[in-house]
């Protein structure tokens, strides 16, 4: 009898449990997330190595698309530790063609300063001025790239945070201009696919992009373009990733944070802290 009642508990509370996630999920699909830039805004995605638009970035991409924003790329090198930069050139516009970036806003940058290597540090202070010239000249509002981890670890994703980092907190980035970054975690949450919707609902988070079908067919295209990196372990991540990261964004002059969804406001200064100043995203992929 006491197991019975106990089966009918469980079963009552992974009803209810369900019912939330579903109910969350249909009320989130058509917020437009706030603290973003309106339609029209100039938004830059900011890449260290052909195919992180498409690995990493693609919901967001595909979100923003969405929400009207004029998308622009800049990739920081060709990828070519392999001795493969020009297929991955020719890989990363098929990839950007089908998310929707135009190849006139895509720019990549190839040269020794900034080469495809885990093993090597790039100059923040080089990646900066470069990457703020980029955004003056193409007077971008919104910056998207990578956070302190580097969702991988790896150390060319993490010199593109580093970057961003010095001109937030240095005051250079435009007034107006706001960045959001995508934020690591650990192995287990990263490839439980759906199963990691509840911890991501019952986060705090300033935007979340949850992908249609269509959309979901679109990122897995775009990601097939890039045929050079399809090895067994990046199918198995494509395959098994619950295809969402999440992130913080800072924009330059705004005296307060605010959370979308729930839309709280809590103060918003810089600190010492590795990601102060900075607000959460969350973009998942739904079938």
């Known amino acids: 009898m006491e197991a019975v009642a106990f089966l009918c508990l469980a079963a009552a509370v992974l009803g209810w449990g ?34 992180d638009e ?36 020719k890989e990363l516009l098929q990839s950007c063609d089908v998310l929707g970036i135009p190849p006139s806003s895509i720019m990549i940058i190839d040269n020794r300063d900034f080469p495809d290597d885990p093993g090597v540090q790039w100059d923040t202070e080089h990646v900066a001025s470069t990457l703020l010239q980029h955004i003056e000249v193409n007077s971008i509002n919104l910056v998207v790239t990578f956070d302190a981890g580097g969702v991988s670890g790896h150390s060319n994703h ?5 970057a961003v980092r010095t001109l937030h ?13 995508l934020q690591s975690v650990n192995v287990l949450r990263k490839y439980i696919s759906l199963l990691d ?15 249609t079908s ?19 372990f990046r199918r198995l991540y494509v395959l098994f990733s619950r295809g969402r990261e999440r992130a913080r964004a800072t924009s330059r002059g705004a005296e307060r944070e605010r959370e979308t969804q729930n839309l709280k406001q809590a103060p918003g200064s810089v600190s010492p802290e590795p990601n102060a100043g900075l607000k959460p995203m969350n973009h998942q992929i739904m079938t």
């Open 18 to 51: 369900f019912l939330w996630v579903w109910d969350s999920w249909e009320r989130m699909k058509g917020q437009k997330p706030a603290g973003l830039p309106g339609d029209g805004s100039r938004t830059l995605l900011v890449i260290a190595h052909p195919d």
């Open 54 to 89: 498409a690995m990493f970035f693609a919901p967001t991409v595909l979100g923003l698309a969405r929400l009207r924003h004029r998308l622009s790329l800049l990739c920081f090198s060709a990828g070519n530790y392999y001795n493969q930069g020009e297929i991955r050139k």
């Open 158 to 162: 993490v010199a593109l945070y580093a």
């Open 169 to 181: 907190s240095e005051g250079k980035l435009p007034k107006g201009c706001s960045v959001l970054t």
């Open 197 to 211: 919707l509840p911890f991501t609902l019952l986060q705090t988070r300033d935007v979340l992009f949850m992908l």
């Open 214 to 232: 269509k959309e979901v067919a679109q990122a897995k295209k775009a990601m097939s373009c890039h045929r050079s990196q399809l090895l067994w």
